[in-house]
């Protein structure tokens, strides 16, 4: 796990945040299943921490154990091994037996599938957590009302959920989970059934949401564009475990594993083999372009919206785009403003999207990949990344 350290105050010296300001402790949490004669771990050690006020993104692929986590936190997964504290209070710990029940837990909960009663209407959905924890006097004092408001539902009070859109339905269960104001609120994929215009409306919504009001939240999604946008920090989960943590733009631009990269739109892998004469790539040899210290094979990283492109006859030099010549045009997949090319480059095959207004290329042409210094990054046969003293080329 790769996170920069915290610091509270300017003091010249660094050290974490104080108790006081965490709301979620997560510590050496593991959880396992079984499956058949098999026991599959899902959680491996997950050592986790969020702030007061923070909107913390799990982000990962399927089965990476980022849902698990979420419903560990909820009570709606009993873990076998470590910690979990809320609010301060310890609410699970197989070692010494204690495991709090969902309903005692101050957390609220926003589902993929909206879970509202469909024979209640939407007023009475959102009295529903009111009602359960007794809390007559948010009742009294018009805290359904409010919340509808909030989430722009307030004229949808009398209706039923089945007579609601999606995107409805999903306020009303985001409004259901603030109802009573809980000190953490969960979403496990909220958007992910929504069409993809609703579901830029409904990110915008709970980005607002979150400055205004200022919950602390877990936020879990597969969705790289939904985590950058929304995450006060970004958590990305891979095989049960963190493999990096950080500022959004932070873990964007220096994803510091290849698996990270990969999973953040990194697609394009270009093996890299260094020795005392510099380094080769694609066929192509790289004289004076990394260090002789660190010999051994290496692999570059670059999205496709990086790359360029050129025609081997407009050749020219630039100090900071490294050139690869031997390409050749195999597929075009055309979009509304971008088009996306499929090149062949000695054992690899590359993805690079240009604008439509750029050069067009046809399927057969010869071409030269550009790999900008400033967007690529490298990784060892560790699949981690390398530090930039150790290898120039194409490292940003």
């Known amino acids: 796990m790769n996170e920069s350290t915290v610091t509270t105050e300017k003091t010249g010296s660094e050290h974490t945040h104080s108790a006081l300001d965490v709301e979620v402790r997560v510590s050496g949490l593991s959880k396992a299943f079984q499956r058949r004669r098999e026991n599959i771990r899902v959680l491996k050690e997950v050592d986790l921490e969020v702030r007061k006020g923070e909107l913390l993104v799990l982000l990962g692929p399927s089965g990476c154990g980022k849902t698990t986590l979420l419903r560990c936190l909820v009570g709606l997964e009993r873990p076998g091994e470590g910690q979990i504290e809320l609010g301060g209070d310890l609410v699970a710990d197989p070692g010494k037996g204690i495991f709090t029940p969902p309903n005692r837990r101050n957390v609220g909960m926003v589902f993929q599938n909206y879970?509202?009663?469909?024979?209640?209407?939407?007023?009475?959905?959102?009295?529903?957590?009111?009602?359960?924890?007794?809390?007559?006097?948010?009742?009294?004092?018009?805290?359904?009302?409010?919340?509808?408001?909030?989430?722009?539902?307030?004229?949808?009070?009398?209706?039923?959920?089945?007579?609601?859109?999606?995107?409805?339905?999903?306020?009303?269960?985001?409004?259901?989970?603030?109802?009573?104001?809980?000190?953490?609120?969960?979403?496990?994929?909220?958007?992910?059934?929504?069409?993809?215009?609703?579901?830029?409306?409904?990110?915008?919504?709970?980005?607002?949401?979150?400055?205004s009001l200022g919950f602390t939240g877990v936020y879990v999604t597969h969705d790289q564009e939904e985590a950058l946008s929304?995450?006060?920090?970004?958590?990305?989960?891979?095989?049960?475990?963190?493999?990096?943590?950080?500022?959004?733009?932070?873990?964007?631009?220096?994803?510091?594993?290849?698996?990270?990269?990969?999973?953040?739109?990194?697609?394009?892998?270009?093996p890299m083999v260094v020795d005392s004469s510099g380094a080769a790539m694609a066929g192509c040899r790289?004289?004076?372009?990394?260090?002789?210290?660190?010999?051994?094979?290496?692999?570059?990283?670059?999205?496709?919206?990086?790359?360029?492109?050129?025609?081997?006859?407009?050749?020219?030099?630039?100090?900071?785009?490294?050139?690869?010549?031997?390409?050749?045009?195999?597929?075009?997949?055309?979009?509304?403003?971008?088009?996306?090319?499929?090149?062949?480059?000695?054992?690899?095959?590359?993805?690079?999207?240009?604008?439509?207004?750029?050069i067009g290329f046809h399927i057969g042409s010869a071409v030269d990949v550009g790999l900008p210094h400033a967007s690529t990054h490298c990784y060892g046969e560790d699949g981690a990344l390398t530090p930039t003293e150790h290898v120039r080329v194409g490292v940003a």
């Not at 409805?168 to 979403?187: G, K």
């Not at 050139?323 to 090319?341: F, K, M, Q």
């Open 286 to 358: 790289i004289p004076d372009s990394a260090a002789p210290s660190l010999p051994g094979d290496y692999v570059m990283r670059i999205r496709p919206a990086h790359v360029q492109l050129r025609r081997p006859t407009d050749r020219g030099h630039d100090d900071h785009i490294t050139w690869l010549s031997g390409g050749t045009v195999v597929e075009i997949l055309p979009g509304a403003d971008r088009t996306e090319y499929i090149i062949e480059l000695a054992d690899s095959v590359l993805y690079v999207e240009i604008p439509v207004s750029g």
């Open 230 to 270: 929304l995450g006060t920090r970004v958590a990305v989960m891979n095989d049960g475990c963190i493999e990096q943590i950080g500022a959004p733009q932070e873990v964007y631009r220096n994803p510091a594993s290849e698996r990270v990269a990969d999973f953040l739109g990194a697609r394009n892998s270009i």
């Open 115 to 211: 879970a509202l009663w469909p024979h209640m209407k939407v007023s009475q959905n959102v009295a529903y957590p009111l009602k359960a924890r007794k809390l007559k006097s948010a009742l009294a004092g018009g805290r359904v009302e409010e919340v509808l408001d909030i989430v722009q539902c307030g004229h949808l009070a009398d209706r039923y959920p089945p007579e609601l859109s999606g995107g409805q339905q999903q306020r009303v269960s985001l409004a259901r989970a603030l109802a009573p104001q809980p000190a953490v609120l969960l979403f496990d994929e909220p958007l992910s059934n929504l069409d993809a215009l609703l579901r830029l409306d409904m990110r915008a919504q709970i980005r607002r949401l979150h400055r």
